[in-house]
Nanobody
Framework: QVQLVESGGGLVQAGGSLRLSCAAS????????MGWFRQAPGKEREFVAA????????YYADSVKGRFTISRVNAKNTVYLQMNSLKPGDTAVYYC??????????????????WGKGTQVTVSS
């Protein structure tokens, strides 16, 4: 079992930046590929970014490429999402998720086994 807790959300003006953190506990963090998803009001949850357990390779949704950066520090059992040049359309609850142990990087939320409770990000215009 893996427990995930997100933090770092808040209110920011358009063009601003935020860094989200996701602290993991319960198993060997370095064995898990990690992802970030988001869900805006009235919309389905969507993939944002993911990072591999094996080589740190990353994968982004087209809507955030060039603006968001996912990273991880295994020694701290933490994955980050640096969000720059934020837009009102980025407003959502952001969720951290973990794949099964040794799982590859994917965008499908159904393939993630563990989820945090989310952190709210609001971008004002």
């Amino acid at each position: 079992q893996v427990q995930l807790v997100e933090s770092g959300g808040g209110l920011v003006q358009a063009g601003g930046s935020l860094r989200l953190s996701c602290a993991a506990s319960g198993r060997t963090f370095s064995w898990y590929s990690m992802g970030w998803f988001r869900q805006a009001p009235g919309k389905e949850r969507e993939f944002v970014a993911a990072i591999s357990w094996s080589d740190g390779s990353t994968y982004y949704a087209d809507s955030v490429k060039g603006r968001f950066t996912i990273s991880r520090v295994n020694a701290k059992n933490t994955v980050y999402l640096q969000m720059n040049s934020l837009k009102p359309g980025d407003t959502a609850v952001y969720y951290c998720a973990a794949r099964p142990r040794f799982g590859t990087v994917v965008a499908e939320e159904g393939k993630y086994d563990y989820w945090g409770k989310g952190t709210q990000v609001t971008v004002s215009s």
